[in-house]
């Protein structure tokens, strides 16, 4: 067995320095004003996800118009930012349907051809959710929807 | 007992939507942090580490051009790095075990999965003040120590010595 020197050391915590001793977990009241920030942000979330709704439906007709590594990259990315997001933005729907798309176009090798019937059929499923300000995550349609979106994913990457 | 001097933190979020980075920064305003810096992109990023040597670093992983994975591999080994030890958050919608693997094998301290939350948040930010990870260096890894929890009974080679893929074939 090859053996490397290996140097181990811990540099001062100039963070902890900064910080002052804090009460040495969670800071609750920061935590709280943190929250109410939030609550105050929401209003603007359906509009943010409106942009990035706006931005895979560019990428998309991108990629339909030039397929090659730069337009997938930039598809694959919009789709990951709202899988990402759409959650913290309160549309849970549209986060699994993003992360299906991202999904499909992360695994599926850089030589094969994206689908576009299957990349429309991903955008459209998030453009109606969207539309209809579907927030929950009990509506059977829109969840029927989704396990088949999953499914010819499923069907379409390697084994 | 009073809450941590976060108004003495520079904090540099980097992230190529700017939803998110309102986001995060709506959150890092409330904890109390003044001193926020923002990029767009990974040189963006770059530019300001060696400006403004922040205290720590928020960043997501997929961005254009460099991606988060480049940026923290160049702010631990590249001689130009301000702050090789400046902690290193991850925010991002990568979620599988792998991905943790590959964020944590490039030097990050901690990984925050996409919902962000505020809880998450604090969490992560309590964790590298309160709990520093040393730091390593290797023929083949400068970062944190990437053992959560030491194994007294580990008995097997010296896992640090080399990447995994390099102890396996060895």
Request: aromatic residues 6%; proline residues 6%.
């Amino acid at each position: 067995m090859k053996r490397e020197p290996i140097e181990l050391f811990m540099p001062p915590n100039m963070l902890k320095a900064k910080a002052g001793s804090g009460p040495g977990g969670l800071d609750m009241a920061a935590v709280k004003r943190a929250e109410q920030a939030m609550e105050t942000l929401k209003s603007e979330f359906a509009d943010w996800l409106a942009d990035d709704v706006g931005v895979l439906v560019a990428a998309r007709t991108r990629y339909g118009q030039q397929p090659d590594a730069a337009t997938r990259a930039s598809l694959l990315r919009a789709a990951h930012d709202i899988k990402g997001q759409a959650a913290t933005f309160n549309y849970p729907l549209i986060a699994r349907v993003a992360g299906s798309l991202s999904r499909m176009i992360g695994d599926l090798p850089e030589s094969a051809t994206l689908p576009l019937s299957l990349i429309d059929a991903h955008v459209n499923a998030i453009l109606v959710i969207h539309k209809q300000a579907m927030q929950d995550t009990g509506d059977k349609i829109a969840l029927a929807l989704c396990t088949e979106l999953d499914a010819r994913v499923d069907e379409l990457l390697p084994k | 007992m009073s809450g941590y001097r976060f108004d003495r933190f520079k904090v540099l979020v980097v992230d190529d939507n700017i939803h998110m980075r309102k986001l995060v920064t709506t959150i890092l305003q409330a904890f109390g942090v003044i001193q926020i810096y923002e990029a767009e992109n990974g040189d963006r990023a770059w530019a300001i580490l060696r400006e403004a040597n922040p205290d720590v670093v928020v960043m997501d992983w997929m961005m254009e051009g460099m991606s988060g994975i480049e940026l923290t591999r160049m702010i631990r080994t590249n001689p130009q790095s301000p702050n090789p030890f400046v902690p290193v958050i991850m925010l991002t919608g990568h979620t599988l075990i792998e991905d943790v693997a590959e964020a944590r094998d490039a030097g990050i301290n901690e990984f925050i999965a996409k919902p962000v939350s505020v809880k998450t948040m604090m969490q992560r930010l309590v964790a590298v003040i309160e709990h520093p990870r040393p730091y390593v260096r290797t023929g083949a890894y400068f970062g944190p120590c990437r053992r959560r929890r030491g194994d007294a009974d580990y008995r097997g080679p010296e896992r640090r010595s080399a990447s995994a893929t390099q102890q396996a074939a060895e």
